[in-house]
C-alpha cells in the first residue's frame, strides 16, 4: 500500500543553519505530495504542495521538489529561525483535498 | 484562512464512558470531514472519511461501533467514542475539506487543534 518515510527526529539547528528533512514516498499511482507543519499548541497547516512530478513548492522560504525518479520530497530552508521550530509532516493524496496519508513528522527544534 | 475548531481540546472520562468530540468548520461549508487520530511521537492514521448526510466510511480496523461519527450538517461532524477504555486514550484530530466554493486547484483540507483523550 501507500506509504509515507520521513526522517526521525528531533533535528536540533542554531538559528541561520540549513535546514533539510528528507521525506521518500511509496505509491501505486501519482499523488500529490504535501509538506504540513504543527506549531505547538495549534492544528496542522498546510506548509507547501506538489501535484505533479518536477514541481516545486514553496512557502515561507521553504522548498520542496517532487522527485518522481526517487520517490521523494525532501524539505529544505536556507536559513531557520527560531519561530520555525515546529513538527513537520510529508503527506500525500491523491485528491488535493481528500484522504492524506502521513509520514510520522519531524520534530524541529531552533536555537537561539 | 479557514479555521476548523474542535471541543472539547481536552477531556478525562472514566472507563466504559462514552465521550464526543465535535469538529467545526467556521467560515466555509464542509461536504467532507476527516478524523485522525495521533498517538505520541507518531505520525496521524486516519480513523474515517465524514460525508455530509451519509454514513462515513471508515479505515480498516476501526471498530464502526466504537467510534461513532456523525455530519449532520455542512459546518460540524462529531466522533462519539463509546464505552471508551485506556487504550482509547489519544490525540484525536480532525479536518475539513474546503471544496464547495473554491477552484479544484484550491481544493485544501484544514486542520482543527486536535482533542486530547484520557480514559482512567
Given at each position: 500500500g501507500d506509504s509515507v518515510t520521513q526522517m526521525e527526529g528531533p533535528v536540533t539547528l542554531s538559528e541561520e543553519a540549513f535546514?533539510?528533512?528528507?521525506?521518500?514516498?511509496?505509491?501505486?499511482?501519482?499523488?500529490?505530495?504535501?509538506?504540513?507543519?504543527?506549531?505547538?499548541?495549534?492544528?496542522?497547516?498546510?506548509?507547501?504542495?506538489?501535484?505533479?512530478?518536477?514541481?516545486?513548492?514553496?512557502?515561507?522560504?521553504?522548498?520542496?521538489?517532487?522527485?518522481?525518479?526517487?520517490?521523494?520530497?525532501?524539505?529544505?530552508?536556507?536559513?531557520?529561525q527560531v519561530s520555525d521550530s515546529a513538527v513537520y509532516f510529508c503527506a500525500l493524496s491523491y485528491n488535493q483535498g481528500g484522504k492524506l496519508i502521513f509520514g510520522q513528522g519531524t520534530e524541529l527544534s531552533v536555537k537561539p | 484562512g479557514a479555521v476548523v475548531s474542535q471541543h472539547p481540546s481536552w477531556v478525562i472520562c472514566k472507563s466504559g464512558t462514552s465521550v464526543k468530540i465535535e469538529c467545526r468548520s467556521l467560515d466555509f461549508q464542509a461536504t467532507t470531514m476527516f478524523?485522525?487520530?495521533?498517538?505520541?511521537?507518531?505520525?496521524?492514521?486516519?480513523?474515517?472519511?465524514?460525508?455530509?448526510?451519509?454514513?462515513?466510511?471508515?479505515?480498516?480496523?476501526?471498530?464502526?461501533?466504537?467510534?461513532?461519527?456523525?455530519?449532520?450538517?455542512?459546518?460540524?461532524?462529531?466522533?462519539?467514542?463509546?464505552?471508551?477504555?485506556?487504550?482509547?486514550?489519544?490525540?484525536?484530530?480532525c479536518s475539513a475539506r474546503d471544496y464547495i466554493s473554491l477552484a479544484p486547484s484550491t481544493d485544501t483540507q484544514y486542520f482543527g487543534p486536535g482533542t486530547r483523550l484520557t480514559v482512567l
Open positions: 535546514l533539510t528533512i528528507n521525506c521518500t514516498y511509496t505509491a501505486t499511482g501519482y499523488p500529490s505530495l504535501f509538506w504540513y507543519v504543527q506549531y505547538p499548541g495549534e492544528g496542522l497547516q498546510l506548509l507547501l504542495k506538489a501535484t505533479k512530478a518536477d514541481d516545486k513548492g514553496s512557502n515561507k522560504g521553504f522548498e520542496a521538489t517532487y522527485r518522481k525518479e526517487t520517490t521523494s520530497f525532501h524539505l529544505e530552508k536556507g536559513s531557520v | 478524523w485522525y487520530r495521533q498517538f505520541p511521537k507518531q505520525s496521524l492514521m486516519l480513523m474515517a472519511t465524514s460525508n455530509e448526510g451519509s454514513k462515513a466510511t471508515y479505515e480498516q480496523g476501526v471498530e464502526k461501533d466504537k467510534f461513532l461519527i456523525n455530519h449532520a450538517s455542512l459546518t460540524l461532524s462529531t466522533l462519539t467514542v463509546t464505552s471508551a477504555h485506556p487504550e482509547d486514550s489519544s490525540f484525536y484530530i
